[in-house]
């Protein structure tokens, strides 16, 4: 599950509600069209469906990616760990594929959703999850940034059972539980100066 997330907002804005292929409508009932969404602020309008691309497999997001864009789909969902790691970087080769073949007119008509992976909490780490994130996308800036995981990282994947009943769902984390409420705080401004950088 995703929870706090930061969108672009007036202070740094990519795009105008004049310019921009997307329309605000009052609820997901009232669109008409793949480009029609919420409004999120005074200049943000998130579409209402988009597509996602988790479970595509390593390797395999590109083609579905450029085809869900050709389909019309004007809103890309996806994440630092999909597909381990691999996704990001494909969906970023379909969306310069996408400008360069001008199934999209430029980067403003397509709104990129993507979230942050929990080893990453904490001010330094935060930064770096987005970094590279954006690298992958070869983007400037996402629309949409979700704090995918708000738990702490582990330290395997391989957790036991018994090792969890005997020591607390904490046993695996690599954060003590009493210092997850400030490495957390840390993600959300490293998140907070991102947005103020034009990163989000």
């Not at 007119?105 to 909490?121: A, L, M, N, P, Q």
Request: aromatic share 10%; hydrophobic share 35%; with cysteine.
């Amino acid at each position: 599950f995703a929870l706090p997330l930061l969108y672009s907002s007036n202070t740094h804005m990519k795009r105008s509600l004049t310019s921009a292929p997307f329309r605000a409508t009052t609820s997901a009932g009232d669109a008409q069209s793949l480009t029609d969404g919420v409004q999120l602020s005074e200049n943000v309008i998130m579409p209402w469906v988009g597509y996602g691309t988790y479970r595509l497999g390593k390797e395999k997001a590109y083609q579905p990616t450029l085809d869900a864009l050709k389909a019309g789909y004007r809103c890309i969902d996806t994440a630092f760990i999909y597909a381990g790691e691999h996704t990001e970087k494909q969906v970023g080769e379909a969306l310069q594929t996408a400008l360069k073949e001008q199934v999209v007119g430029s980067r403003d008509d397509v709104f990129v959703i993507t979230k942050h992976w929990r080893k990453y909490h904490g001010y330094e780490k935060t930064t770096e999850c987005l970094r590279l994130s954006l690298k992958r996308l070869k983007l400037d800036y996402v629309d949409l940034y979700l704090i995918h995981w708000p738990g702490p990282a582990y330290a395997t994947m391989n957790r036991r059972n018994d090792v969890l009943e005997e020591h607390g769902p904490w046993a695996y984390a690599t954060t003590v539980e009493k210092d997850m409420v400030s490495v957390r705080a840390e993600t959300w401004r490293a998140m907070e100066d991102a947005l103020q950088q034009g990163k989000i």
